[in-house]
């Protein structure tokens, strides 16, 4: 789960997925979050998005921000953007066509091709932080099904 600093978007989609796996007793997959930059490497994730996730049952308190690198391509089939502009920079970073095969707008697993991002709620309100976590609780149910237990 990729997005820009790694304190928000991705870290929630972590530990949206991770809690999941967890609940259903399902092992053997790995999961991670990264950004882009480098503006937070070693932080925690937002306190408000923190809040939102143990609002709703998952803790992601243990994560930590770090950035993405060539070699998380070796470690990892799928690797999901949260908008185009961190898909773009990724795609920048990938070695060969395999590597960019991996990569893919998280999104579009809920409506295909339609390339819509998961929101940044960074600079907004609260509510922003509650919105990003529903749009990716609806498509980690659907990674599971379809890459998990497919």
């Not at 991705?10 to 991770?18: N, Y």
């Not at 937002?46 to 143990?54: E, L």
């Not at 970073?93 to 295909?112: F, G, Q, T, Y």
């Not at 309100?125 to 919105?131: C, I, L, N, P, T």
């Amino acid at each position: 789960m990729v997005c820009l600093g790694n304190i928000c978007r991705s870290p929630i989609a972590e530990g949206i997925l991770r809690h999941k796996l967890q609940e259903q007793n399902i092992e053997g997959v790995e999961t991670d979050s990264a950004g882009t930059s480098s503006y937070h490497i070693g932080e925690a994730p937002d306190s408000r998005m923190r809040q939102t996730a143990i609002a709703n049952g998952v803790n992601i308190d243990d994560l930590q921000a770090r950035q993405f690198v060539s070699s998380d391509y070796d470690e990892f089939d799928l690797i999901y953007a949260m908008d185009s502009s961190n898909y773009n920079n990724m795609i920048t970073l990938a070695r060969n066509k395999e590597d960019k095969s991996k990569v893919k707008l998280i999104l579009n697993e809920v409506n295909a091709g339609a390339n819509n991002a998961v929101p940044d709620p960074y600079y907004g309100g609260d509510e922003g932080f509650q919105h990003v976590f529903d749009l990716l609780d609806v498509a980690t149910d659907i990674i599971i099904e379809k890459y998990v237990k497919g």
